[in-house]
């Protein structure tokens, strides 16, 4: 596991199917009442509770973004810390629910964390664990390329990230750079570097004008310059912080 899928689209759906899951399982188990409810009651409960956990989960998609494009992989250790925020997230808002005037809830905080969350919790993260693997699946899938487009439909280039090198600033143009057959090559598209940075956050800025993969980060050549494989790229005091060999 060292990459993730961080586009939208394929997080929200599990934000959705996680809250679908809840709703479900408030409205079929109604483990969260001890006194009897009729079902218009139940649905509202269910309802409220799945808003909440739609809404938890979709915090984190962005910080999970910057998780990822910041350490440039995914692991375990990511995993959990996403998990782990995910439950506290939607642990207060459940509970302030719990005792709205909404749900009348009968439990104290730790009767509620005890004897609701902890439960649904373990039921809840077998269905999150299996989501997030097929997110991680996801990149093999579609992510063994990226495609960095230009301004002109026909102007793109279609590169598998480990042979993506480096970006450079060329007016209103970029030069890539990229391994083709184990060779650096050259190609020359209409775009600007600030959207090649925000559409490809593999890339890391060192210059107002270069963008690398850290990947290809050999060496520093002098206190201003870096190595990289196959060619050499500038780079600034306020981009030097952090930058290190892979």
């Not at 495609?147 to 279609?158: C, E, S, V």
């Amino acid at each position: 596991m060292n990459r993730i899928k961080t586009s939208f689209k394929p997080n929200f759906l599990i934000s959705l199917m996680i809250s679908s899951w809840l709703f479900l399982f408030t409205v079929l188990i109604k483990p969260f009442q001890l006194e009897p409810l009729i079902n218009s009651r139940w649905i509202t409960m269910a309802l409220g509770y799945s808003i909440i956990a739609l809404f938890g989960y979709l915090t984190l998609i962005p910080l999970q973004n910057k998780i990822f494009t910041k350490a440039n992989k995914w692991n375990l250790k990511y995993e959990f810390i996403i998990f782990l925020l995910f439950f506290l997230l939607t642990l207060i808002p459940s509970y302030l629910y719990h005792k709205s005037d909404f749900t009348n809830g009968i439990y104290n905080f730790f009767e509620f964390s005890i004897n609701i969350f902890l439960p649904t919790i373990i039921i809840l993260t077998p269905i999150i664990i299996v989501a997030r693997i097929h997110l991680i699946k996801l990149v093999d899938k579609t992510e063994d390329f990226i495609i960095i487009n230009g301004t002109y439909k026909l102007d793109y280039l279609k590169i598998k990230p480990a042979n993506l090198v480096c970006v450079s600033s060329s007016k209103n143009y970029v030069d890539i750079y990229y391994l083709n057959n184990g060779i650096l090559t050259k190609k020359v598209i209409r775009a600007s570097l600030k959207k090649i940075e925000k559409e490809v956050p593999l890339l890391t800025r060192v210059h107002r004008s270069h963008l690398i993969n850290p990947n290809h980060f050999l060496s520093w050549k002098n206190n201003n310059t870096l190595s990289l494989t196959q060619i050499e790229i500038p780079i600034t005091k306020t981009f030097k912080e952090g930058i290190k060999p892979f």
